[in-house]
């Protein structure tokens, strides 16, 4: 292969590579909001390092058409689980610019947990029966 050609193709995959980090880079941190993650329930608690206070975790029941509790209020970096057991399948969609982080996917049975790290109060529903309704104040 001419040395030409050898030099474009390895330019073009590192700017790839470079690309790819360029976007997964941007995926995370910042102060846009709050950071998420689905999670199932531990089978083994995790450690903690010594002095560090480990986060509240609190869980919000899913079922009988109803989040409950529907009002939590929670200190900054504590993680709320939804637990789903309802007939239905639903979601936790966030209302409004502070809770556009809250966004699960849609679930009939299991889990989807969020850790909470700005402060302010977060409004949620399921779109798929917006008569549910929960409030998440963060402290």
Known sequence: MPMVKRRARSMSV??????????????GGG??????????????????????????AVTVDVSDMKFSPAEVTIKTGDIITWHFSDKAPHNVQGIGD???????????????????????????????????????TVQ
């Open 14 to 27: 590192v700017a790839g590579f470079a690309l790819a980090a360029a976007l997964l880079a941007g995926c």
């Open 31 to 56: 102060d846009s909001g709050p950071a998420a993650t689905t999670t199932k329930r531990p089978t083994t608690p995790t450690s903690q390092p010594a002095g560090d206070p480990k986060p509240a």
């Open 98 to 136: 502070k809770a556009m982080g809250l966004n699960s996917p849609i679930i009939d049975k299991g889990d989807w947990s969020y850790t909470f790290t700005v402060p302010g109060t977060y409004r949620y529903l399921c779109s798929l029966h917006p008569e549910m309704r929960g409030t998440i």
